[in-house]
């Protein structure tokens, strides 16, 4: 069961770093809210918050996502605004209505078509619909040749994240260090991989199976120059995590190798709920 984890990373920063850069690395954290199985929570009765898998409410206007040449997505997860702790994060989350995310899995072809935000014209393949408070909607049965996921019921808990040891936020801050900085000695790297991280997440850092996901969403954001282009560690900075789902079990949800899908926003474009303009990437290990 994953917990707050502020004090774990305000002690292993004070544990393992200087007095100065442990408190400018603290600088860097980030509130997040981890998604947990509301069945395997620790508290009596918690307020479910989602669920992943099942088969989405939406109104009745609303077309099930399609990738246009590939077929219809699959339903992932769903999160009701309104019973979020919203308040406990940085970002401009809506107060109420719901998220819905969806996903080309491969089940229509295999796993032949990837969704990958380096080819733009897949990133139809992954969408997220906010469906507004007061809205009718109702149960949607899934397309031909779709197989719902198994239905998980999600609780919420509030978690501080850290940033990716090599994100662009940390290079900012630390723009002089070296290779030897204390931030990538061997020690503090696996203290804080000790700590663990969500399975499934809203806001807070990203947490990657292999680099930063906003830099992928970035170079992809940008036409995909070369990996070299200053320009993309600029407009990494400019993304936030939206939300995340894990591989899991209980849902029979598995991304490649145990991986990870990641939805990220630039604050502007959610402050105006413009969830038309998130991107999404994908990471396994």
């Known amino acids: 069961m994953t917990h707050d984890t502020t004090d774990d990373l305000h002690s292993l920063a004070r544990t393992h770093l200087p007095a100065d850069i442990a408190e400018r690395w603290i600088g860097l954290f980030r509130p997040g809210l981890s998604l947990e199985h509301a069945a395997h929570s620790d508290v009596p009765s918690p307020p479910v918050v989602g669920r992943l898998g099942g088969l989405p409410a939406l109104p009745g206007n609303v077309e099930w996502p399609e990738w246009e040449g590939h077929g219809p997505l699959s339903f ?43 080819v733009p014209e897949s990133l139809a393949g992954a969408r997220v619909l906010y469906i507004p408070a007061g809205v009718a909607v109702a149960e949607r049965e899934a397309p031909e040749g779709i197989r719902p996921y198994s239905e998980v019921a999600l609780t919420a808990r509030m978690r501080m994240t850290a940033p990716y040891l090599w994100h662009p936020l940390v290079y900012r801050e630390f723009a002089s260090a070296s290779d030897d900085h204390p931030l990538w000695a061997e020690d503090f790297r696996e203290a804080l991989w000790d700590i663990g991280a969500s399975v499934h997440q809203i806001g807070g850092h990203a947490d990657p199976d292999q680099d930063e996901v906003e830099s992928e969403v970035a170079h992809g954001a940008l036409g995909c120059p070369p990996w070299n282009d200053p320009r993309i560690q600029e407009e990494a900075l400019r993304w936030v995590l939206l939300a995340q789902f894990g591989s899991d079990e209980h849902a029979g949800m598995m991304w490649g190798d145990l991986g990870t899908l990641y939805w990220l926003i630039r604050p502007e474009d959610l402050a105006e709920r413009r969830f038309d303009r998130a991107m999404f990437t994908w990471q396994c290990s």
Do not use: E, H, K, M
């Not at 109420?96 to 796993?111: H, K, P």
């Open 76 to 118: 992932i997860a769903s999160v009701n605004c309104t019973a979020l702790p919203s308040d406990a994060l940085d970002i401009d989350l809506p107060t109420d209505g719901t998220l819905a995310f969806f996903y080309f899995d491969g089940q229509l072809d295999d796993g032949r078509s990837r969704v990958d935000p380096r």
